[in-house]
């Protein structure tokens, strides 16, 4: 799971990006005015550009645990936490989003992260191999 969990939080990102720009007319307005300054004062522009842009984050997620992975052979359990703390409050905000994706997936991260410390731990605990 350690090498899958980042793939499938990257994978999260692309539908998060195609959503943005394929159910999206905001990309067209903007370019039409000028891209500067085109999106204050328009709440369907402020929100679908605050979508898109959330995208970077969740790349940054799957892309930089990717690496850690990679780097040291464990997922770090703060991908977890992350995923859910920004799942858990939108489920609540937006219950109809992709808040359950997030969800399982930092569920996952934090149990593939749990686990790898408890067998880290089983294959570094000391034995005692002196017995009277």
Request: with cysteine.
């Amino acid at each position: 799971m350690t090498r899958v969990i980042p793939r499938l939080v990257m994978g999260l990102t692309a539908v998060h990006f195609a959503v943005a720009l394929i159910a999206s007319s905001t990309f067209d307005d903007v370019a039409r005015d000028g891209f500067w300054n085109a999106v204050p004062g328009n709440p369907q522009r402020e929100y679908e550009m605050w979508f898109f842009l959330a995208g970077f984050g969740l790349l940054a997620l799957g892309t930089l645990s990717q690496r850690i992975a990679r780097d040291t052979g464990r997922l770090p359990a703060q991908l977890g936490w992350y995923l859910l703390a920004i799942g858990v409050p939108l489920q609540i905000l937006y219950p109809v989003s992709g808040a359950p994706g997030l969800i399982v997936l930092g569920v996952l991260a934090l149990i593939a992260a749990r686990r790898e410390r408890a067998g880290e731990s089983r294959r570094t605990a000391p034995v005692d191999n002196c017995r009277p």
